[in-house]
Nanobody
């Protein structure tokens, strides 16, 4: 059973916007720090944005001011609003649920299937 379901990827032109959405099971959502990662061709997977302790937010420097991560604690969803997209934002975007240490015996991550974002210039 798929526990993280992503939507919203697609092909856009530079300067346009896109919103990604991730729906999680409640059991995972309530135990986890939710976030978004991406992997560009030929590069390692990297953090885009994530929630951390105290509902603080970490953003990759390259997306600060352009991307916004949001979560809905009732719907168990986390969105990534991406504005002013650049060609270098192209990649596969993954929803991530990092289970908090309190609930985990070790590192424990759930991942979505990935959704392609392509930004043409």
């Amino acid at each position: 059973q798929v526990q993280l379901v992503e939507s919203g990827g697609g092909l856009v032109q530079a300067g346009e916007s896109l919103r990604l959405s991730c729906a999680a099971s409640r059991s995972i959502f309530m135990r986890s720090f939710m976030g978004w990662y991406r992997q560009a061709p030929g590069k390692q997977r990297e953090l885009v944005a994530r929630f951390t302790a105290g509902d603080r937010i970490d953003y990759a420097e390259s997306v600060k001011g352009r991307f916004t991560i949001r979560k809905n604690n009732i719907k168990n969803m986390v969105d990534l609003q991406m504005n002013s997209l650049k060609s270098e934002d192209t990649g596969v975007y993954y929803c991530n649920a990092h289970v908090a240490a309190y609930y985990s015996s070790g590192n424990n991550d759930y991942w979505g299937q990935g959704t392609q974002v392509t930004v043409s210039s």
